[in-house]
């Protein structure tokens, strides 16, 4: 079943986890179980050009359990980016606000704006939009 649930959802999510095997090591992937928490750091994100991917997902989707090992990846690879990880059923008002309606949802964020949103597991369009808007603006001298 879960390989039509990916299917439907677009996705190499078996390859991703072929590509990424999990690991035990600390993640850098933040975690947020507070709205309260999760807005002051949105808010103090909004003053970076730092981009930010904010994975929504649940305990119970399986294809979202597929996709966390490449996150955990992705996040090592590009530590100039910040990965968020926020559950819906914890923080459905920010699921909400954020239109989340199927899962794995990855909202692509810079300066508290929406660049990319990918819906489903499909981790090689996620990197290619990472390395496509992760490069800070650049200034003129």
């Known amino acids: 079943m879960g390989g039509i649930v990916s299917g439907l959802l677009g996705g190499d999510a078996s390859a991703a986890a072929a590509e990424y095997p999990s690991s035990s090591e600390p993640s850098r992937v933040l975690e947020f179980h507070s709205s309260q928490r999760w807005r002051l750091h949105f808010n103090s994100a909004k003053q970076s050009p730092k981009l ?3 994975d929504f997902s649940a305990k119970w989707c399986g294809p979202c359990k597929m996709m966390e090992p490449a996150l955990r990846a992705m996040a090592d690879k590009y530590p100039n980016v910040d990965f968020i990880k ?4 914890e923080l459905s008002d920010v699921a909400q606000e954020f239109g989340v309606q199927a899962m794995p949802t990855l909202v692509l964020m810079k300066q508290g704006k929406e660049v990319e949103r990918i819906i489903g597991t499909k981790t090689a369009e996620l990197e290619s939009k990472i390395t496509k808007h992760r490069e800070l603006p650049k200034f003129a001298a």
């Open 86 to 89: 926020i559950d819906v059923d």
């Open 52 to 54: 930010m991917v904010i």
